[in-house]
């Protein structure tokens, strides 16, 4: 898969070649026969696949483009260019960027949908601008060494690649090691920052720029009628199928039985058949026999309905060597537990077939759950009806009393109530919660960390309550941190995950609908299920429950556990957690998953447990501390 790399010097010295050698084999120690590079005076642009790099002169500037990732509305793009799209409309993805770059300028990038990260070089400014997409999952990371800026879509790039000697960012390791994340832009590592999802950085003189240039308003859908909501979805969850389907090889998808990957593997099932995509998708699904977390019974179903066979694999148990190997090997933190087995079987397999893109329902539960949020713009607008019809129809049987609290809690209580205002508006990020005990107080204090949850709110400017709380699920500021290892694992079997549900045009349309609509009745995924009627088999669309995956967790804890103790963690003897604590509460989970996983979980921890274990064995294989 891609993956983008470059130096700059801001005091206008010539990039040597002998530097690049370091820089690409750290980005591609096993794809350095189709990697490409270009270096002229103080810039040097790397990718690892041939069509990643685009160096040709457009109009009379020289343009050079670094590109990672993938353009979802190449049609509309190559209209914009007139005649020289005609000419792009076989080129790659990057040099179209280049195109666009060099006919409109910085505000090319209010065009694009897709997912990607992109380098451009301007050789007539001799400036660097980089820029991640809104609902960007390529990472693209940057540092600033005296005059010298280099980024990376790899931390290994940036460290090795130009040699910098690394330092721990103990702040950032403090809201990973309490599993409660606020900053978009810092990485473990001290000076080495990432681009958050739609900004943007320019290097010009030695001098850094940063800006979200995406900033959009929204239309109000919220007075469309349920059939127009429905329709509307429909043709936009279909373009972005179709647009994720786009690859000269044939297209996996995951197949678990949930809602989310159900309708994309059926729609696009029914798109093929109707001639809308060319190949049939292949469904795979991970199988975890006598486990809680199977749910055979579910893809099964929707195998039938299709008339069509998944490919089945097994998990794959973790392994302590195994994600040392990996954090040594990447830097980065490593695969969750629950995560590495299944995400390695399918790409071991995928890879097998020669397939090269893996389609998931990610988003799904972001975008299409629903919640309460709109009701404070109900009450407030006047809408008194709608509000009253839909606070009084939350589930059958619910008491009147409950919905009553519900309704003054949910729609006055943000309105009148720093508090409540603050968890509608960030729902990612209780600030009002307690200090997690693992945590040592003295070195919280120290690192500040309750004071980054405090100050992690930015500025929206968007309209209503729905909206601002919408926002903060274009971009979480975990999503990073947990996905960039998944991503980066898949992209070393040769395997991109592409997310249909995080399709911009998707996104505009879940930023402005009716909160009624996406959950109604106390029924989350409202709209989804409406849209599903006939697409979905009928159980799986009126499925009220999810899979939980808290037992390869809770197993590889034990495994680690049992080679070292809690309180021989690296966290506890640097004084940064309190092992005694980490080993009390794992016992809870243990004993819980000895006892079959019923009932509610002992202690909501299970995340900051695995994240204890995380940064040990990161910060023995990736930073190299010693046990």
């Not at 983008?4 to 050698?21: K, Q, T, Y």
């Not at 681009?195 to 030695?206: D, I, N, Q, R, V």
């Not at 995080?502 to 409202?526: E, I």
Request: one cysteine or more.
């Amino acid at each position: 898969m891609r993956a983008i790399a470059g130096v700059v010097h801001g005091d206008g010295r010539a990039i040597e070649a002998s530097c690049l050698g370091p820089l690409m084999r750290s980005i591609a120690p096993d794809r350095a026969p189709e990697a490409r590079s270009w270096h002229d005076g103080p810039a040097a642009l790397i990718a690892t696949t041939l069509d990643g790099l685009c160096n040709e002169g457009q109009g009379e500037a020289g343009i050079v483009t670094s590109f990672d990732g993938r353009l979802d509305n190449r049609a509309q793009l190559l209209d914009l260019l007139g005649d020289s799209g005609r000419i792009l409309r076989s080129a790659p993805d990057s040099r179209i960027v280049a195109a666009l770059f060099d006919r409109l300028g910085e505000r090319f990038l209010q065009e694009l949908v897709g997912d990607f990260a992109i380098a451009i070089w301007d050789e007539r400014r001799r400036r660097l601008l980089l820029a991640r997409s809104p609902t960007g999952w390529r990472p693209l990371l940057w540092t600033l060494d005296g005059a010298r800026l280099g980024f990376a879509t790899e931390p290994a790039a940036l460290i090795r690649g130009l040699g910098i000697s690394p330092a721990l960012n103990e702040a950032l390791l403090g809201e990973i090691l309490a599993a409660r994340f606020a900053s978009e832009t810092e990485t473990p590592w001290r000076g080495i920052f990432r681009l958050a999802p739609g900004t943007a950085l320019s290097f010009e003189k030695g001098e850094v720029r940063r800006w979200c240039w995406y900033n959009e308003s929204y239309e109000d859908l919220s007075r469309l009628s349920d059939g127009e909501h429905v329709e509307r979805f429909n043709a936009l969850f279909d373009q972005a199928i179709i647009a994720c389907m786009r690859s000269d090889r044939p297209v996996a998808a995951h197949l678990s039985g949930g809602l989310d990957s159900s309708a994309i593997v059926c729609r696009a099932t029914e798109l093929h058949r109707a001639g809308a995509i060319e190949r049939q998708i292949g469904p795979v699904s991970v199988r975890y026999p006598g486990e809680p977390q199977d749910e055979t019974r579910w893809s099964e179903l929707v195998e039938q309905h299709l008339g069509i066979g998944a490919r089945v694999v097994g998990d794959i148990n973790w392994d302590i060597e195994s994600s040392g190997d990996w954090c040594a090997d990447t830097l980065q933190l490593p695969v969750r537990p629950n995560t590495v087995g299944p995400t390695l079987s399918v790409c071991r397999l995928m890879q097998e077939k020669g397939e090269r893109v893996l389609l998931t329902g990610e988003g799904g539960d972001d975008w299409m759950n629903g919640s309460h949020a709109h009701w404070p713009d109900l009450l407030l607008s006047g809408r008194i009806g709608t509000l009253l019809q839909e606070a009084f129809a939350q589930g059958p049987g619910r008491p009147f009393a409950a919905n009553l609290r519900s309704l003054l809690a949910e729609s006055i209580g943000p309105i009148v109530s720093p508090a409540r205002r603050a968890r509608v508006l960030r729902p990612f990020l209780d600030t009002a919660a307690p200090l997690p005990p693992w945590i040592r107080p003295e070195w919280a204090d120290r690192i500040g960390l309750e004071q980054r949850w405090r100050d992690a709110a930015r500025p929206i400017d968007l309209p209503g309550f729905a909206q601002r709380a919408r926002s903060t699920v274009i971009a979480p500021a975990n999503r990073d941190l947990i996905f960039d290892p998944i991503q980066a694992s898949a992209a070393r079997h040769g395997v991109e995950l592409r997310h249909p549900f995080y399709d911009l045009r998707l996104l505009r349309f879940f930023m402005g609908a009716a909160g009624g609509t996406l959950q109604r009745h106390g029924q989350r995924k409202h709209l989804l299920r409406e849209a599903m009627r006939g697409t979905l088999p009928e159980p799986v669309r009126q499925r009220q429950d999810k899979a939980r995956f808290p037992a390869p967790v809770i197993d590889a804890l034990k495994t680690y556990f049992a080679q070292r103790p809690p309180t021989d963690l690296l966290a506890a003897r640097m004084g940064w957690i309190d092992g005694a604590i980490v080993g009390r509460l794992f016992d809870e989970q243990r004993r819980w998953r000895e006892s079959g996983l019923t009932g509610a979980a002992p202690n909501p921890c299970l995340a900051g447990l695995w994240f204890c274990v995380a940064v040990d064995i990161w910060l023995e294989n990736a930073f190299g501390m010693k046990p």
